[in-house]
């Protein structure tokens, strides 16, 4: 036949075969905790809680400096009479303080407290989110690698029976019509097979950036 089909219109054909891309090996399962491992580590949102949970460690060292007996020395020129020696003067002192009720110290260290607890809790469920990421990218890039396999499989069939119908059109067998339902077939084929390739591509990319492998990338760069 000289035409193709898109729709119910036809079109001219076009000598047009998408490039050749071989599919990355699938990742065993020690592999992926490694990539697990990898993203706990690099991932921002998962840094910037520990960022926060070591300022608030310092906060509470801070915290617990308000609980200790306070000392201070003095010194200081002075001008009262029965200090001076040989017409220089100073006066000496020391004072102390001792918290005893320490209300406000107690206060802010609970304070500080719980906050670290909120982010213990914090970085658990970053934790959790980023390793159900991993997971869930795994899982898209398995299924799209099954749909180029099945896509690929009905292009052949499409085309084996496109053949087939070519064969028995030149016997005299069948119409043109039938023919161009063949070859039809074998476009929808082709189209539900380039586009499982762009969705492997697509999972892949998403593969790689829930394992952090983007921050490795903008370190290095």
Known sequence: ALFMWEGDNPVIVQHFKPPERSLIQQRNIS?????KKQAISVRPEIQLVH????LNHIDLEVADNNFLPNLTAEAQPTRKPGEFVLGLGYRFGVQMSLPFLQRHARGDRLQIE???????????????????????????VTRARERI???????????????GERTRFR???????FVNLRERNVIQAAEEWITALAD???????YQWAIGQWVNELSTA
């Open 200 to 206: 492997y591509q697509k999972s892949l990319a998403l």
């Open 114 to 140: 719980g906050k670290a607890q909120r982010l213990k809790f914090m970085q658990q469920y970053r934790i959790q989110q980023v390793s159900l990421d991993v997971d869930n990218a795994r899982s898209a």
């Open 171 to 177: 016997h005299g067998a069948t119409s043109l019509v």
């Open 31 to 35: 592999q992926h905790e490694r990539d």
């Open 149 to 163: 396999q099945v896509s690929r499989q009905a292009l052949d069939l499409a085309q084996a029976l496109e053949k």
């Open 51 to 54: 960022l926060e949970a070591k």
